[in-house]
């Protein structure tokens, strides 16, 4: 069984950084995708970034591009965004998710095209 479990969420100021890890295990990760997503208070679940975990290929959505990064290190089964720059807009309850089938990259921005996700971990950014 599949499982994700994501930490490193936090307080944190206007301006400031933070880094989510989402440690996976009970499966073959080398064919995967992983996205993250957030859902911030009364709003829809939101698409943030999306990585493939065979070449690395990443995908991000315009309101993070520039300011967060999704990588993974395959040693350790982990997906990791490191999220700079962030701004009160950011805060929600971020999520990660995988996709055994790594569908393209278009469809990643769907939250149903994952089969597993993690329990979410809080960001909230002050002003």
């Known amino acids: 069984q599949v499982q994700l479990v994501e930490s490193g969420g936090g307080l944190v100021q206007t301006g400031g950084s933070l880094s989510l890890s989402c440690a996976a295990s009970?499966?073959?990760?080398?064919?995967?995708?992983m996205g993250w997503f957030r859902q911030g208070p009364g709003k829809e679940r939101e698409f943030v970034a999306a990585i493939r975990w065979s070449n690395g290929n990443t995908y991000y959505s315009d309101s993070v591009k520039g300011r967060f990064t999704i990588s993974r290190n395959n040693a350790k089964n982990t997906v990791y965004l490191q999220m700079n720059s962030l701004k009160p807009e950011d805060t929600a309850v971020y999520y990660c998710?995988?996709?055994?089938?790594?569908?393209?990259?278009?469809?990643?921005?769907?939250?149903?095209?994952?089969?597993?996700w993690g329990q979410g971990t809080q960001v909230t950014v002050s002003s």
């Open positions: 998710a995988a996709d055994s089938t790594a569908q393209a990259m278009g469809v990643m921005t769907f939250p149903d095209a994952y089969e597993y």
């Open positions: 009970g499966g073959t990760f080398s064919s995967y995708a």
